[in-house]
C-alpha cells in the first residue's frame, strides 16, 4: 500500500508508523494511507519555513510574480489531472473539481499583481523636511490548515497572497484529501519557488497543535468547521498568533413571490446538491416568502431532484458523486431519517436509493415544512439535503437569516429591484447574492462569513488578505541639510 508523505524543504519524507487511510469514496476501498506528522517532522517545516524565510522576502517582486505567471500556465495545462486526483480522494464530478481548480486560479492571478499590491504610502514634507512613508513587510512564517471539501482552492485562496507578500508556508491539508497538496507543492516549485518557501506536513490534531505551539508560526490561516475554527482561534490568538478562522455555515436562499420560479428551482438544486452539498457556500435552507411560492417551488424542484444522477465522480453522466466517508453518509441520512419526528415533511427520501458497491453515495433529500429548533435546520448537514422553511414575509425572512448563528452566505430571488436593495441593507450576513444563489467572490474581492462563520478580523484571500499576510510599518525620516538644529526634550510635533 503507497503512503502519501509530507514535502519539506522540496523533499518527500514521513514514515507509515502514524498514519490513517485515504479512501476513494465512489468504491469505498483504500489502497493508499497519509503519513500523519509528529511534532518533530512538524518542527523540521517549520525550520525549513524559516531558513527560506530571508532570501525569499528579499527576491525582488517582479521575480516574485514570474512563480504566479507561471504557476498559472501550469494549472491550467495540468488541470485534468489535479481534477482526477481531486475527484479520487474527494469524490466530487469531475467538471465540479476543474471548476474549483478555475476558482483556484483566480487567487494566483490576484497574486500575479503582487507589484500593485504591496504599494504603500508616502507623504511628503509633514514637517519641514521631514517625510513619512509607509511599507508592508511579510509576517514571517505562517501556517495554513485546509478542509476536505476543497483540496486545491481553499490551499489556493491561502498559499497565493501568504507567498507573493514574501512569507513561507506551512500547508496542513484534510488528511482525507491529502494528494492534491503535495501535486500543488510541486507545481509551484517547478514554476520556480524555491524549496522551504512552501512545506506540507499532513496529519491529525497533533500536527495543528504543534503548528499553535510553535512560536516561530506568526500567523495561522484555517478552513474548517465551527467547533475546530472557534477553539483553534482562541489557542492561536492567547499565543499572540495572528489568525483567521472560518468555520462551517448554514445558508439560506430567501425566495419572493415575484421571483422566476424555473429560475429560483434551477438555482437551488445546483446550489443545494451541486458536490453533494459538501460546500461551505450550499444553499441548505430555501425559505420561500408565501404558500403558493412554496408550493410551486417544491414542487418544481422535486421535478429536478427526481432526474438527478448520482454516481461515480469520473463518469461523465454523474451529477452528484458520493459523500466523503461512510460515517458522514450515515450522519446525513440520519436527519433525514429523523425529520418526520420533528414536524417535517419529507418530499424526497434520498436515503432509500440504492446504490451498487461499496461507495459513500446518498440520494439527494428534499424536506418540506421544516422548522427552526429543530435538529435539520439548526445544524450544518453537509451533504445533499434541502430543507425549505415557509414563511409569510420579507421581514419574516430577514428575520430568520439574521438569527442563524452561521452566517456565511446567503441569497434573495427576486425581481423587484428595491427589495433587492433592501436586503443588501437589512441582511446580516458576510457574502449575498441577488439572483445569484453561490455568491463565491471574485478572486478580486475578499471572501468571508458573519458569526459563527468566521473567528477574526480579516475575510480571506484578495485585498483584506494583503493586510493579513504582511505587517506595516512606518518610517519617518529627515535627512540633514542646512537648516539649523537645536535639543528639544518636548514631544515631537510637526507644526
Ligand atoms: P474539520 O474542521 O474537521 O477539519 C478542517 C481541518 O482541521 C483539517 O485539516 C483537519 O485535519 C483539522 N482538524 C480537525 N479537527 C481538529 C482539531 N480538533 N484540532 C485541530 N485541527 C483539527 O473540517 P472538514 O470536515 O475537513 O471540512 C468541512 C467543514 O469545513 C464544514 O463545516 C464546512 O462548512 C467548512 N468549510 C468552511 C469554509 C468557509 O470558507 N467558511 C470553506 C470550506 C469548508
Known amino acids: 500500500m503507497s503512503l502519501i508523505r509530507h514535502h519539506i524543504g522540496g523533499v518527500e519524507s514521513g514514515a507509515a508508523e502514524r498514519s490513517g487511510p485515504v479512501f476513494d469514496p465512489a468504491t469505498g476501498q483504500s489502497h493508499r494511507r497519509v503519513a500523519f506528522a509528529s511534532p518533530v517532522e512538524v518542527d523540521d517545516a517549520v525550520r525549513a519555513a524559516k531558513a527560506a524565510l530571508p532570501a525569499w522576502r528579499a527576491t525582488g517582486l517582479i521575480k516574485r510574480a514570474d512563480v504566479f505567471f507561471r504557476l498559472r500556465q501550469l494549472l491550467v495545462e495540468r ?73 486545491v482552492m481553499v490551499p489556493l485562496w491561502m498559499t497565493a497572497t501568504a507567498i507573493a507578500c514574501g512569507n513561507t508556508v506551512i500547508l496542513k491539508p484534510s488528511e482525507k484529501t491529502p494528494s492534491a497538496a503535495i501535486f500543488l507543492a510541486r507545481l509551484y516549485e517547478e514554476a520556480g519557488l524555491p524549496p522551504g518557501v512552501l512545506n506540507v506536513v499532513h496529519g491529525d490534531r497533533v500536527a495543528v497543535d504543534t503548528l499553535l505551539e510553535s512560536p516561530d508560526v506568526r500567523a495561522i490561516s484555517f478552513v474548517g468547521s465551527t467547533p475546530v475554527a472557534r477553539d483553534l482561534y482562541q489557542r492561536a490568538a492567547a499565543k499572540g498568533k495572528r489568525v483567521q478562522a472560518l468555520g462551517g ?16 428551482a434551477d438555482a437551488a438544486v445546483s446550489a443545494a446538491y451541486g458536490s453533494a452539498g459538501e460546500r461551505c457556500m450550499a444553499v441548505s435552507v430555501l425559505v420561500a416568502v408565501g404558500a403558493q411560492t412554496a408550493d410551486d417551488l417544491v414542487a418544481a424542484i422535486a421535478e429536478r431532484v427526481a432526474v438527478l444522477q448520482i454516481g461515480p465522480g469520473t463518469d461523465a453522466a454523474s451529477d452528484m458523486g458520493p459523500l466523503i466517508t461512510a460515517e458522514h453518509r450515515d450522519r446525513v441520512a440520519g436527519y433525514v431519517t429523523g425529520a418526520e419526528a420533528e414536524g417535517a415533511t419529507v418530499v424526497i427520501d434520498g436515503t432509500t436509493e440504492q446504490f451498487d458497491g461499496d461507495g459513500f453515495f446518498l440520494g439527494a433529500s428534499l424536506i418540506d415544512h421544516v422548522r427552526p429548533g429543530t435538529k435539520v435546520y439548526d445544524d450544518e ?115
Do not use: C
Request: glycine share 8%.
Open 79 to 151: 488541470q485534468d489531472e489535479l481534477a482526477q486526483i481531486i475527484t479520487s480522494e474527494h469524490g466530487k464530478v469531475l467538471s465540479d473539481a476543474k471548476g474549483e481548480i478555475s476558482r483556484g486560479i483566480e487567487n494566483v492571478e490576484f497574486a500575479a499583481g503582487l507589484a500593485h499590491l504591496l504599494k504603500s504610502e508616502h507623504s511628503e514634507q509633514v514637517a519641514r523636511g521631514v517625510d513619512v512613508h509607509s511599507v508592508k513587510q511579510p509576517v514571517g512564517v505562517v501556517a495554513a490548515v485546509t478542509p476536505f471539501n476543497f483540496p
Open 249 to 264: 455555515a448554514k445558508n439560506h436562499m430567501v425566495v419572493m413571490p415575484d421571483a422566476e420560479i424555473a429560475q429560483a
Open 381 to 495: 448537514i453537509f451533504g445533499p439535503v434541502l430543507a425549505v422553511v415557509r414563511v409569510e414575509s420579507y421581514d419574516e425572512a430577514v428575520a430568520l437569516v439574521n438569527a442563524s448563528p452561521y452566517a456565511n452566505g446567503t441569497a434573495l430571488f427576486t425581481r423587484d429591484g428595491a427589495t433587492a436593495r433592501n436586503f443588501e441593507f437589512d441582511i446580516e450576513v458576510g457574502m449575498v447574492g441577488v439572483n445569484v444563489a453561490i455568491p463565491v467572490p471574485v478572486g478580486s474581492y475578499s471572501f468571508g462569513g458573519w458569526r459563527n462563520s468566521l473567528f477574526g478580523d480579516t475575510h480571506i484571500y484578495g485585498p483584506e488578505s494583503i493586510n493579513f499576510y504582511t505587517r506595516s510599518k512606518v518610517v519617518t525620516s529627515r535627512w540633514p541639510d542646512r537648516s539649523p538644529s537645536a535639543v528639544s526634550l518636548g514631544f515631537p510635533s510637526n507644526h
